[in-house]
């Protein structure tokens, strides 16, 4: 079998349609610091989720590809969990419920044993109810894994036997269709 990111991105788009969501993807060369990564689409999700008609249906952006990681602390995890963690922070007051995923498709993601993580506009209330220190913190050591951890938010796959890069899936809308 022959399997590709971008067959990876066209089975999930195929699924969001499926479920209702407008679909649109955005690469599946995704590249850069992860951080970085997590702000530019977190922006583009609030763009496409508060621009035009209130009964549109909700958005789901993809985007495939590999970001990378400027390890400066000792913390563990990894590339789509820190891109998760970066995106809670931009998704605080987010004006329409949301979640981003991020995962590695082949189930590791970093030094962890997770493939990925979620957040969504919740994830740093969630955190301060549990008495964590703020994201910006993990963000530091590099612990995503941590903060995600405690939140019950790592995607756990264990070892797929398939590499085809990462998978980042964005949804936002005024309604999720049957959630």
Do not use: K
Not at 23 to 32: E, M
Not at 42 to 49: E, G, Y
Not at 95 to 114: C, I, N
């Amino acid at each position: 079998m022959i399997g590709s990111n971008r067959l990876s991105i066209e089975a999930a788009a195929r699924a969001a349609r499926g479920e209702g969501f407008a679909v649109r993807v955005l690469t599946t060369c995704l590249a850069g610091e992860a951080r970085e990564v997590a702000r530019v689409l977190v922006s583009i999700l609030h763009q496409a989720a508060t621009t035009g008609d209130r009964d549109r249906p909700a958005v789901c952006l993809l985007a495939g590809g590999e970001t990378t990681v400027t390890v400066r602390g000792a913390g563990h995890g990894g590339r789509n969990q820190e891109l998760v963690l970066a995106a809670a922070e931009s998704l605080r007051g987010f004006p329409a419920p949301a979640v981003v995923a991020s995962l590695a498709t082949d189930g590791v993601d970093g030094h962890s044993d997770a493939a990925g993580g979620v957040a969504d506009p919740w994830s740093h209330a969630r955190g301060q109810a549990l008495g964590l220190p703020p994201i910006a913190d993990f963000l530091e050591r590099n612990d995503s894994n941590a903060y995600l951890g405690c939140l019950g938010d790592l995607i756990l796959t264990g070892p797929t036997g398939t590499n085809v890069m990462d998978l980042t899936i964005l949804l936002a809308g005024r309604r999720f269709p049957r959630l």
